[in-house]
């Protein structure tokens, strides 16, 4: 066996399918961190702490991904409950991206933060 096979095998018991939605929240993930970086240097803040406490909130996501996949093994669901938690976490994610790019002074698409906000506070109630 492989390591890469190895490798893919573990994030799967952890995070479930290495499906869309998954790939999308690791892709809103980099965006955010990186739309945070370009922010943080366009005024004069790069801090490694405030950098540090972002890095572990993304890792808090995924702990709480393998968490809802742990929940839906034991309920027997086929992904359900991991699919709604990693849709909450790509419309948070998503929000914070389009209010680091509000900062920057780019345009900001409305239609699609509204939506984002939309479905956030659907996923929170």
């Known amino acids: 066996m492989k390591i890469t096979d190895i490798f893919l ?3 799967s018991q952890f995070f479930g399918k290495l499906d869309m939605p998954f790939k999308t929240l690791l892709m809103v993930i980099v ?3 990186i739309t945070g970086l370009i922010k ?3 005024n004069k803040n790069l801090d490694s702490i405030i950098g540090i406490k972002g890095i572990l909130k993304k890792i808090g996501y995924l702990i709480i991904v393998s968490l809802s996949v ?3 093994k034991i309920m027997g669901a086929t992904g359900t409950i991991r699919n709604v938690v990693i849709y909450f976490f790509v419309a948070n994610e998503g929000l914070s991206i ?3 790019w ?3 002074g780019l345009p900001l698409p409305n239609k699609l933060y509204n939506l984002l906000r939309q479905f956030k506070e659907k996923e929170d109630n």
């Open 9 to 11: 095998s573990l994030i």
């Open 31 to 33: 965006l955010d961190v």
């Open 40 to 42: 943080a240097f366009k």
């Open 70 to 72: 742990i929940v839906d």
């Open 98 to 100: 389009l209010e680091n």
């Open 102 to 104: 509000q900062i920057l």
